[in-house]
C-alpha cells in the first residue's frame, strides 16, 4: 500500500505530520543532534539512515542505539537512495543537501540549535509528533524534568551568592546571555559570569580579564582541558597560575553542549558536584 504523508510548511522551514497522523516507515536523519532525538522517540525499524561520525566518545554516546541502522555522510544522493519519507536536518546542515531534497519533494523536518532547555522539550514534541509517537516523546520529556527537579531536591538549599563559572574555549571564546551553555549553568545553580560581563551570545575574554574576574570554576568542553594544545596552555601561563592559585577547572564532554537533548542533564550533574 503507498502511503502519502501530507506535510505543512512552517516559517521555520519545518515539515510536521499532517492531521492523518500516519507514521513514515523510512525516516533518515542528516544531523548528528538529531540522530539522538530520532533514535530517543521512534521505532527502530523506522529510521534508515543516520549520520555517519568517527567513532569518537561523544559520537558513540549518541548513537549507541544505532546498531544495524545505515550510517550516512549526509549528501543528498546517498539519501534519496534509501527512498525516505521524512528527512530530519540541522540548521546548519549542508544548504545545498536541503535544496536537493526540496527538490525532489522529500518531506524535510529542520531542527534548530537549542538555547535553553523549554527548546530541547519542543525539539522532542516535534520530532514526536512528526514520526508518531507523540507518547515517548512525551516520556522522554518527563524524565528530564524529573531528573532536574532531583537536582534541584539533592542540592538541598540554593547559596546566597551563587558560583561564578565560565565555559573557556580554545582562543579565549566563551557563551554569554542566551546560549545552551548559559542554559546548564543556570539548570546546575551557578551563575554565568561571561553573562554578567554583558557577553551577548558568544564573545571572546582575554586572559588578563580573566584573572580580573577570579571565577570559581572554569569549565572545558570536550578534550580542550586535557588535549595540548597552544590555547590550553594559555591558562597554566604563569602569570594566571600566580593570580589563581589552585583554580579548579572541570572537563565536560562536548556531547553534553553540543546537542540539546537528555544527554546534557549530564553536564548539569557533574557542574552540581563541582557546586
Known sequence: MILVFLFSLLSSNVYLLSAAEQKPERIVSINLCA????LRVADTSQVQGVTRFE???EATAILKSSLGISQLHGNAEEVLALHPDLVLAGRFTDSATRSMLQRFQVPLMVLDVPKNFEEIYANFEKVGKAVGHRDKAEAQISEMKLQLSRLDLRGGKQPSTKSRIIFFQRGGHVPGAHTFEEAILQAAGARNLASDLGIQGYGMLSVED??????????FPGDQGTNPSVEREMIHHPAIEKALPGIRTLNVPSYTLNCGSPSSIEAVKMIRDQL
Open 35 to 38: 540522530d539522538e532525538l530520532l
Open 55 to 57: 567513532k569518537s566518545p
Open 210 to 219: 580573566l584573572i580580573i574576574q577570579k571565577p570559581d570554576l572554569i569549565l
